[in-house]
């Protein structure tokens, strides 16, 4: 039987991640592989004096399940000649929200206005740069951490007091204001694709008057067919970040358009599939021994 690995956060291997790993462990199998689990922290990866990439023993794995957003790790894993699975620059892009949309833009990609906050050395900040992205997206506007999933670090900020404080508590670190889309209030649509092409689809609504649709803020999943524009959007920024695997969020705009909101390169698999009905981990599983 061959061999696999799924690597997890060494801090984070509950929930969703563990879920992950133990669906696709099971799907493998049928196809004669065995997928275990390890942590960032057990597959010790570094350079040597020589200046050449070495790592723990990994001649027994076919290739890496790769669920973790350790950018370092990866790289280097890939440097090995481990074929991972999303590959490293993927999950690069996918790990930093603004990075994302940079990486979308001039595609005819529609996407909510963003704006990147200048980067901060320092203590304090200068508002000037406030009043301008205030007046470029309007309120209420979306701040967002730049790193982060399930919907944690994502503020609607009604006015210039809630901009303030954002930006006060969160200067330090890479973060963006976006337009908001208030036709998407509190609902979106989760897409699954695999090698680029679209597989699954639901659509999470939040009742709780949340903005935010993620299940992890209350969310719920329905089971609806997704339209052919959604389809096509989906599937062409999918194909532009070179994911095997991934979710791609979309809102309904003003006009019930596609719009792009973010794109997870682990995108969890209990909700899906319980709403869908759909084997996601097995289709994955395919795909991989395809790809192989």
Aim: aromatic residues 12%; neutral net charge.
């Amino acid at each position: 039987m061959k061999k696999a690995l799924a690597l997890l956060n060494g801090y984070i291997q509950k929930g969703g991640p563990l879920h992950f790993y133990l669906r696709m462990k099971e799907e493998l199998l049928k196809f004669g592989i065995d997928l275990e689990m390890k942590t960032n922290q057990e597959i010790l990866s570094w350079i040597n004096s020589e200046g050449f990439i070495q790592t723990k023993e990994l001649t027994p794995y076919s290739f890496c399940l790769y669920l973790d957003k350790d950018g370092y790790i990866s790289k280097m894993l890939e440097m090995t000649g481990l074929r991972l699975f999303n590959s490293s620059e993927s999950i690069y892009l996918c790990d930093d929200k603004m990075l994302t949309h940079i990486a979308l833009a001039n595609h005819g990609i529609a996407m909510p206005k963003t704006i990147s906050a200048p980067l901060n050395y320092v203590s304090s900040f200068d508002e000037r740069f406030l009043f301008e992205m205030e007046k470029k997206l309007s309120f209420p506007l979306v701040g967002k951490r730049n790193f982060g999933s399930l919907g944690k670090g994502v503020f609607l900020l009604r006015n210039h007091d809630d901009v303030v404080s954002f930006e006060r508590n969160y200067q330090a670190e890479p973060h963006l204001y976006q337009e908001f889309i208030s036709s998407s209030f509190g609902f979106d649509y989760r897409l699954i694709l695999l090698g680029g092409k679209f597989v699954a689809g639901m659509k999470r609504h939040n009742e709780s008057g949340d903005f935010r649709s993620n299940i992890a803020q209350g969310g719920k999943g329905e089971k609806i067919e997704i339209p052919l524009s959604y389809i096509h959007l989906a599937e062409k920024a999918a194909q532009i970040l070179k994911l095997d695997y991934c979710g791609v969020d979309l809102l309904k705009g003003k006009n019930g358009e596609s719009v792009l909101c973010e794109v997870n390169s682990n995108a969890f698999l209990r909700g899906i599939e319980e709403v869908t009905g759909i084997n996601i981990a097995y289709l994955y599983a395919q795909y991989i021994v395809d790809s192989l």
